[in-house]
């Protein structure tokens, strides 16, 4: 069992920075894989960017590509999305997930935390 909770959204200008936290409880940390998703008004929830368990690969969708990094410290049992010139269109509840090795589905949600980009 793996309990997510993010923090670090907030309020930002178009063209700012915010760098979201997502801690995990639990020993097991390094083993899972790990995804930062969104979801805003009206839409589906959408993936952003993912990492491997030892953080040496990351994948990101194509609207974030160049902007955020997603990155995690296994030490600290905490991933991280940098997200650099923001735009209104990221404005979106951001969720962190894990998946256990092997698995093509995030089993372990957090509760979301609010990123709103103004222009």
């Known amino acids: 069992q793996v309990q997510l909770v993010e923090s670090g959204g907030g309020l930002v200008q178009a063209g700012g920075s915010l760098r979201l936290s997502c801690a995990a409880s639990?020993?097991?940390?390094?083993?899972?894989?790990m995804g930062w998703f969104r979801q805003a008004p009206g839409k589906e929830r959408e993936f952003v960017a993912n990492i491997n368990r030892s953080g040496d690969s990351t994948y990101y969708t194509e609207s974030v590509k160049g902007r955020f990094t997603i990155s995690r410290d296994n030490a600290k049992n905490t991933v991280y999305l940098q997200m650099n010139s923001l735009k209104p269109e990221d404005t979106a509840v951001y969720y962190c997930?894990?998946?256990?090795?092997?698995?093509?589905?995030?089993?372990?949600w957090g509760q979301g935390t609010q990123v709103t980009v103004s222009s």
């Open positions: 997930a894990a998946r256990r090795p092997g698995a093509w589905n995030y089993d372990y």
């Open positions: 639990g020993r097991t940390f390094s083993s899972y894989g």
